[in-house]
């Protein structure tokens, strides 16, 4: 069975200063995975995916994600944080386990942003 | 545009009565998924169907819970009777290839 963990629950950042939220996933395929972030009150968003093509994704807002199989990490980072990416972040991991791909969810990490 | 549509986007309740939501996703989202997000649960899967036929409801309450999806356009998540404790916004996704598409949640307030 697929599962994700995201290792953090709240990070806290000054504005400026790099972001990084962590993320390790257990997975007996090799896995679609994913980050969503979800703003207050509001749906969820796809920053960025990696399914099986180059391990350094780049998604929206300058935020990007590195697969690393060896680790089984998927951890997202940007180089400087702006007070609008505050927000709720869930890292995802979908495989064909269950005969269909089924996205898991983390239990999410909130992004707290300081001026 | 893969997007899904979910309505209505809020909803408030009296316990006991009958809640529906519904899902819009697009043809080519042969998966559609029911998630509950709570704040002590986070987000739960509740059930999926694959080509309209449902696979998995193990996730879901089923003396008071019933999913179902009518056409391959349309589908629906009943509550009945409805209590507080449902109260959370659920959304619905539809995949396409690996990629999940969620619609915009409903906010269901059970009071």
């Known amino acids: 069975a697929q599962s994700v963990t995201q290792l953090d629950s709240h990070v806290s950042v000054s504005e400026g200063t790099p972001v990084l939220l962590r993320c390790n996933y257990s997975?007996?395929?090799?896995?679609?995975l994913f980050w969503y972030v979800q703003h207050p009150n509001k749906g969820l968003q796809l920053l960025l995916k990696?399914?099986?093509?180059?391990?350094l994704v780049k998604g929206i807002n300058g935020f990007e994600a590195e697969f690393k199989k060896s680790e089984t990490s998927f951890h997202l980072t940007k180089p400087s944080a702006h007070m609008s990416d505050a927000a709720e972040y869930f890292c995802?991991?979908?495989?064909?386990?269950?005969?269909?791909?089924?996205?898991?969810f983390g239990r999410g990490t909130s992004l707290i942003v300081h001026p | 545009d893969a997007r899904v549509t979910q309505t209505p986007r809020h909803k408030v309740t009296e316990m006991g009565q009958e809640v529906t939501m519904r899902c819009q996703p697009i043809?080519?989202?042969?998966?559609v998924f029911w998630y509950r997000q709570t704040m002590m649960q986070g987000l739960e899967l509740l059930a999926y169907?694959?080509?309209?036929?449902?696979?998995?409801d193990s996730g879901m309450p089923k003396d008071r819970f019933s999913a179902e999806m009518p056409d391959a356009t349309l589908a629906t998540l009943k509550i009945q009777p409805s209590e507080p404790r449902d109260s959370a916004v659920y959304f619905c996704?539809?995949?396409?290839?690996?990629?999940?598409?969620f619609g915009q949640g409903t906010r269901l307030t059970v009071v």
């Open positions: 995802v991991v979908s495989d064909p386990s269950g005969g269909s791909y089924i996205p898991t």
């Open positions: 997975s007996s395929y090799s896995p679609s």
């Open positions: 990696y399914t099986s093509a180059a391990t």
């Open positions: 043809l080519g989202h042969n998966t």
């Open positions: 169907f694959r080509n309209r036929a449902p696979l998995d």
């Open positions: 996704a539809g995949l396409l290839n690996t990629e999940a598409f």
